[in-house]
């Protein structure tokens, strides 16, 4: 496991891959703002690339698709139902909560939002930009959300603000790391509770987002001026078709630590191909890359990680701020499941089996807990079925894909549960405890969630296991 702010490798061996890539585009007469010529990279070369370049691939198309699907910039929506299969934007997302999605532009102005008191045992506000730093300035589990409050956020680019300035109306201020950002709340809506689940869903509603400008009866600068790159389809499709273009724009939109080792790496390794900040992208003037061998490397590496799934879902480093996670945490939750939250608001067992065998969904699985053996959690916990290869939701026609609190669940009269992962429900079971499986010969994964877990007990907790049927 890596120490924070460190790299998988030592500080030597990062030097020597960085002079060797230096060296080599010298070598091949290439000179910044030169038209380019195909250049070989090392096998080394191209998976140091790639390592460290996937959290930003991965955010850059987690933000970017949900702007798409946000009707844009500078807007809010907030679910009034949990997410189902038709869900394809990211991988492994929830069914245990209801998010409300503010996609944020802070070039031209701070954007402010007004939140409202929620009725909910629990909420958070988790901020991520390109960089896959994870920020929760905001949670019921910090005592907030008793009552509306108003938070301001900008980055060091942000214009029309100054970093210390006063508003008057502003609760609380959030410095980021980019100028692009999801700002997503977590809501628990209390779905076996109808009343309460209305009330949740209208507090939701009334979450809102103005600029500054706005705030001040002025009117807001236009933010249809910028040129994105294109997203993929999946992180993959980047790496092999535009992953120089999409790094430049990222490079252009992120803030850059001096005294920060991952960062000042991540900037030398791309430098000689021609990827600075600052700089406008051109074909014509970066060192061409092999896509295709590009992706095979992204390929081979997405599924190194996942297969530590087992190993690495729970660890309690993932999903930090700046300067508190290294690279090896960041590279596996930028494959395995963007966004997530930091250990003190969740964490994210997986379930393995009882015969150490991959689940496989030719197969029916049971997933037994006593009461003690309960996942440790001071708020709540769920537990959810996916398909392996893509991380979505398996389709059923009951739209049932986890059971908990919010996915319904009933215990035993001796306060355990029995979880059945079955293709048919078997009699005696409740159906709250059934999660469909549409059978065939493909991979499935099991995911608990743990909300406000008690990290004390989860020490020495285990995850429970399937066992086959």
Aim: net charge negative; with cysteine; proline share 6%.
């Amino acid at each position: 496991m890596d120490h924070a702010g460190k790299g998988s490798t030592t500080p030597l061996k990062r030097c020597a891959i960085f002079l060797t890539l230096a060296v080599g585009l010298i070598v091949a007469g290439l000179s910044l703002g030169q038209p380019r010529e195909a250049i070989a990279l090392s096998d080394v070369q191209v998976e140091e690339l790639v390592k460290r370049s996937f959290q930003y691939v991965a955010m850059y198309n987690v933000n970017n698709k949900s702007a798409i699907q946000n009707r844009g910039w500078n807007t809010c929506v907030a679910d009034t139902q949990l997410k189902d299969h038709t869900l394809k934007l990211i991988a492994r997302p929830n069914n245990d909560s209801l998010y409300i999605v503010c996609m944020l532009d802070l070039r031209k102005d701070p954007v402010i939002l007004e939140m409202p008191a929620f009725d909910s045992k629990y909420v958070s506000l988790m901020i991520t930009g390109y960089d896959h730093y994870v920020n929760i300035p905001v949670s019921t589990r910090q005592g907030d959300f008793q009552q509306p409050e108003t938070m301001l956020i900008f980055s060091e680019r942000t214009a029309g603000y100054e970093k210390g300035e006063r508003v008057k109306g502003v609760d609380r201020y959030f410095e980021a790391t980019g100028d692009f950002l999801s700002a997503v709340f977590r809501v628990m809506p209390h779905s076996n509770d109808p009343e309460r689940f209305d009330r949740i869903t209208k507090q939701m509603k009334s979450v809102d987002l103005l600029t500054l400008s706005e705030m001040r009866g002025e009117e807001p600068e236009s933010i249809d001026d910028v040129d994105f790159p294109a997203v993929g389809e999946t992180d993959l499709d980047i790496f092999e078709n535009n992953l120089l273009e999409v790094m430049q724009f990222v490079f252009n939109h992120t803030t850059f630590d001096s005294g920060n080792e991952l960062d000042q790496e991540l900037l030398a390794l791309y430098q000689p191909l021609g990827v600075v900040p600052g700089r406008t992208y051109n074909p014509e003037k970066v060192a061409p890359l092999d896509g295709e061998r590009v992706r095979k490397v992204a390929e081979r590496i997405e599924a190194e990680e996942m297969a530590k799934a087992g190993q690495m879902a729970a660890n309690t480093g993932l999903f930090k701020t700046k300067g508190d996670i290294g690279l090896e945490l960041l590279l596996f939750q930028s494959v395995y499941g963007p966004i997530g939250q930091p250990a003190v608001e969740a964490v994210y067992p997986a379930v393995g089996t009882a015969d150490g065998e991959p689940m496989n969904a030719q197969n029916d699985y049971v997933i037994r807990m006593t009461a003690d053996e309960l996942p440790p959690a001071q708020a709540f916990w769920s537990l959810t079925l996916y398909d392996t290869k893509n991380g979505f939701f398996i389709p059923n026609d009951r739209k049932k894909y986890s059971v908990g609190e919010n996915g319904g669940m009933q215990l035993n009269e001796d306060g355990g549960i029995e979880i059945y992962i079955v293709a048919e429900k078997p009699e005696g079971v409740p159906e709250e405890n059934w999660l469909p499986l549409k059978r065939g010969d493909y991979g499935i994964d099991v995911v608990l969630r743990v909300y406000v877990p008690d990290l004390k007990k989860f020490e020495t907790w285990t995850p429970p296991k399937a066992e086959k049927l």
